[in-house]
């Protein structure tokens, strides 16, 4: 697959000097300076070729088509035929290395493709079984449709030859924010010969989304792709040209389509599911229930309301089959972004994008989080509750989304969802029964709406967020509003970009909840060396604005650069849907690079990026300045590699003592490095290397990653990703408390030291019967070394910054609570030491017994073990991790898929 190009700032930087002499380097050839002259021949073989947009016409299918790999249907031969392939990767704009033909026909029911893949060397082609929609290295066979001519989005049909399929769409004219989690039901079928492979493949028409011309006859964008895995090869019938910005607006044409009759579509999709899970439980809890069996019925269905809309919706959704999330400790307050993996809320995902993600030094940010719904439960139990029971989620009742656009250019996603209140069952201190409410029911809605102008050039966007809640949790806000435009054109014939957006947010609550979301992390109104801020306690309302300002270059040429400005004001609040981990922001970001896709005599293709960031708060206190030296290449033996020299200037850190002053951060300089053999062997490493140290003290940071991927025979893949981490913080947060009219903020010498294995294993029976495993140990421990108090929070020198208490001032008065003696009197704190063992296991059976119908059989484990503090031991945890009681889950699901 095609790696993705950083066209935005590359996530990954350098000291200011080198900075400033790269972005000269790279700068001057975007304003036309002169480059060296082997570098502007090469560019010069690149742009000299043009490519041409081509065309196909669509000829009516006579006759029933079998879908059956062989092409000998007499309609076939009536077909004009698509020839000429060009690569675009590795050796871009030159011919393929093996001649492809393609056929287009169409009826009233269905679009029909054949493809003729030659092969030199039918004996190398790639062809490994495994599970749909499975990223592969194989060759591939691609189809691709813009039913709407917009030049901005598609559905890609992919089938290798050992008729594994995978579908896609593709939004925003960029091929790298395809949404693998749409599901077609369509037909594919492949065979090979001494001339090399073959592919068929039947599209209904009620799978894809298009418009028809009154007069009967239309057209629409085409693209046919091959990939040749031994050679990294992937190329297109319409050439893509690297030095043109955009993947969809390449595309050829499929002409004088006619389809006589509307093309209805409806689809139901119920399921049945059993689960039963079996839980270690405390003999003394009368909550423990040791098995407990679940049964659940749900529907998911698809009704076409016209040509070009379609509501999807979910009852009573089940999610069983989804793998866990990562395991974790987040210690920075900041709430952690974790990838939605449902499938209901994967697919069309895109569709409500809005792109917030100017910077990433803020935090992942997203307007529409899918994740908030069905979200863990944010109440809690009383604190002297002895036993507790609380729902892992709120159950999703109910969703319903509407997709679609028109002719003239709208695109419109719309989605409302349901989920019930969540009851916790718990036992008080004098053993009495009780419940209380940690999740109200709550209502959410979403809506992106887009017109795109000029043949998708520019467009002009509006996006809504609206969540209402029971007033049942005092704690939680009762409804929330967020609403904003967004555009964006292209200029310099299409080589730049200018985008700008403007958002606004409105969140209403009890007194409480207010309060609570002035004090977040997110906000920190409460800070007392910030003026400009303030903690209003009658507040049952709360608004802000937050825009963004970015031009970037993104095609002629080798040059690519860009620039950003972001605006959050402190009272901006997008969480109730969204995840947006800090307010009060102003960044800048510039960045510039130089892509090289013309081989070399030792690279196939290379880039280089400087970037430099700056950020501060509404007060003016800065918190982020720094620069960045990115590389990347890939060797002509098909080794990659990346990274990067970064350099970090000493910041205030405004949440570190999670609502006290700014806290004196010092400067670091580190960097990373990632190597990745050749995809092509049966074994492939990747090796990631991570580190920093601070300019004074003995902060710093070291990690590292190797990751082996094995193909064992056609069937099965193989992966195991040992990880060790170890981070010292010598200004850890610890706690806050007010001690004789005094607040003090303890801070600790933290040493953590983190060690994960991640293994998955697949094996394919066929291309739809397969088997999944995957398992991670995760292991973590925080020593901390000495604590103390933050004396002078912006002092430059940790000794006048942070006060060391004594170790004799120090008393542990039980299993996890310690006494400070401090200068207004003694200040009890819960112990910050910690140990943690996790494991995380599913094995997944995924049969595909008729197109759109699966059975699932899934069974996971989990394991969670909190020692006592010790320090970091991988043997002495591992034993225990593996003797601790474990929870195990058996779930069957069978959906059966209804449709025309």
Do not use: C
């Not at 006579?62 to 675009?88: E, N, Y």
């Not at 997110?522 to 937050?546: C, E, I, K, N, W």
């Amino acid at each position: 697959m095609d790696r993705r190009r950083p066209t935005r700032p590359p996530r990954h930087v350098s000291m200011p000097a080198f900075v400033v002499g790269l972005a000269a380097l790279t700068i001057a050839p975007m304003l036309g300076a002169q480059a060296p002259a082997g570098v502007r021949a090469a560019v010069g073989r690149v742009v000299a070729t043009s490519p041409q947009r081509r065309s196909l016409v669509a000829v009516r299918a006579t006759g029933a088509i079998a879908i059956d790999g062989r092409l000998d249907d007499p309609a076939w031969r009536d077909a004009p035929v698509g020839r000429d392939f060009v690569q675009r990767t590795p050796d871009a704009l030159r011919p393929s290395t093996q001649r492809t033909e393609a056929r287009v026909l169409v009826d009233d029911a269905a679009l029909y493709v054949a493809l003729r893949l030659y092969d030199s060397a039918p004996d190398s082609i790639v062809a490994p079984l495994a599970r749909r929609d499975a990223d592969l290295y194989s060759d591939w066979a691609e189809v691709s449709i813009d039913g709407y001519l917009d030049h901005r989005t598609a559905f890609r049909f992919m089938v290798n030859p050992a008729g594994v399929q995978r579908d896609a769409t593709v939004s925003g004219d960029d091929l790298f924010t395809e949404d693998a989690g749409w599901d077609a039901v369509w037909a594919s079928a492949t065979a090979r010969d001494s001339a090399g492979w073959t592919a068929e493949l039947r599209i209904p028409l009620s799978q894809l989304r298009f418009s028809v011309a009154a007069e009967g006859k239309t057209r629409w964008g085409l693209q046919i792709g091959r990939v040749i895995a031994r050679r990294n090869e992937r190329s297109y019938w319409s050439p893509i040209a690297p030095t043109v910005a955009g993947f969809v607006s390449q595309f050829g044409t499929l002409e004088d389509i006619t389809i006589a009759r509307p093309v209805r579509r409806a689809e139901i999709l119920p399921y049945l599911s059993t689960k039963v899970t079996r839980t270690p439980i405390d003999g003394a809890n009368p909550l423990a229930r040791p098995t407990e069996m679940q049964r659940a019925v749900g529907l998911d269905l698809r009704v076409g309301l016209s040509q070009g809309f379609t509501l999807t919706g979910t009852i009573n959704p089940d999610f069983g089959q989804v793998e866990a999330d990562p395991s974790e400790v987040n210690l920075t307050g900041v709430e952690s972004f974790f990838s939605e993996r449902r499938p209901f809320f994967l697919e069309g995902s895109n569709l409500f994008a809005f792109d917030m993600q100017s910077t990433w030094f803020t935090g992942h940010e997203e307007l529409f989080y899918s994740r908030r719904i069905g979200r863990a439960p944010q109440g809690a139990v009383p604190d002297d509750a002895r036993w507790s029971s609380v729902p892992a989620a709120a159950p999703v009742l109910g969703a319903a989304k509407l997709t679609g656009g028109t002719t003239s250019g709208w695109k419109v996603a719309a989605l409302a969802a349901m989920t019930d209140e969540v009851d916790a069952r718990y036992v008080g201190a004098q053993g009495a029964l009780g419940s209380t409410v940690v999740e109200p029911r709550t209502r959410y809605g979403a809506a992106r709406v887009v017109r795109e102008i000029d043949g998708g050039r520019s467009s002009l966007g509006s996006a809504l967020t609206v969540v209402e809640r029971d007033a049942t949790v005092p704690s939680l806000r009762t409804g929330a509003l967020v609403g904003g435009v967004d555009g964006q054109t292209k200029f310099g014939n299409g080589r730049f970009i200018a985008y700008a957006d403007l958002l606004g947010s409105v969140v209403r609550g009890s007194p409480q909840a207010m309060l609570e979301t002035q004090q977040s992390t997110t906000h920190l109104f409460q800070r007392p060396d910030a003026p400009y801020l303030g903690v209003d306690s009658s507040l049952t309302s709360m608004g802000g604005l937050a825009g963004t300002v970015r031009v970037t270059k993104e095609g002629g040429g080798h040059t690519r650069g860009g620039a950003v400005i972001k605006a959050t004001s402190p009272g901006f609040e997008a969480n109730d849907l969204g995840l947006q981990p800090r307010a009060d922001a102003i960044t800048g970001l510039l960045w510039a690079g130089w892509v090289g896709f013309t081989p070399t005599r030792f690279t196939r293709e290379w880039e280089g990026w400087a970037t430099l960031w700056t950020g501060s708060s509404f007060g003016g206190e800065r918190e982020r300045l720094g620069g960045r030296l990115f590389g990347y290449t890939t060797l002509t033996n098909y080794w990659s590699m990346f990274g990067a020299l970064e350099r970090y200037e000493p910041i205030l850190s405004l949440t570190a003592l999670r609502g006290g002053p700014a806290l004196a951060t010092p400067g670091h300089t580190g960097g990373f490095v990632h190597v990745t053999s050749d995809n092509r062997a049966r074994v492939v490493a990747e090796l990631d290397v991570r580190g920093n140290r601070d300019d004074s003290g003995p902060g710093r940071l070291f990690s590292t990653t190797t990751t082996l991927s094995a193909r064992a025979g056609s069937a099965m893949q193989l992966s195991a990703a040992p990880s060790l981490s170890w981070w010292r913080n010598p200004q850890q947060f610890v706690a806050t408390g007010a001690v004789g009219g005094a607040t003090h903020y303890v801070v600790g010498d933290l040493l953590q030291s983190t060690a994960s294995l991640t293994l998955r294993a697949s094996y394919a029976l066929s291309s739809r019967l397969s088997v999944q495993l995957y398992a991670q140990p995760f292991l973590s421990a925080g020593e901390y070394r000495s604590l103390g108090e933050v004396s002078s929070a912006r002092s430059a020198q940790f000794a006048t910054r942070v006060r060391l208490f004594s170790p004799d001032s120090i008393r542990v008065t039980s299993g996890d609570q310690l006494t400070i003696g401090t200068s207004t009197g003694p200040l009890s704190v819960e112990r910050p030491d910690y140990t943690l063992a996790q494991l995380n296991a599913n094995a997944l059976l995924r049969w595909e017994y008729r197109p759109g119908s699966t059975l699932f059989i899934v069974w996971s484990q989990g394991r969670t073990l909190d020692g006592d503090p010790a320090s970091f031991d991988v043997g002495a945890q591992s034993r225990d991790l593996f003797r601790a009681p474990a929870t195990n889950v058996l779930m069957v699901k069978l959906s059966h898929w209804m449709g025309r």
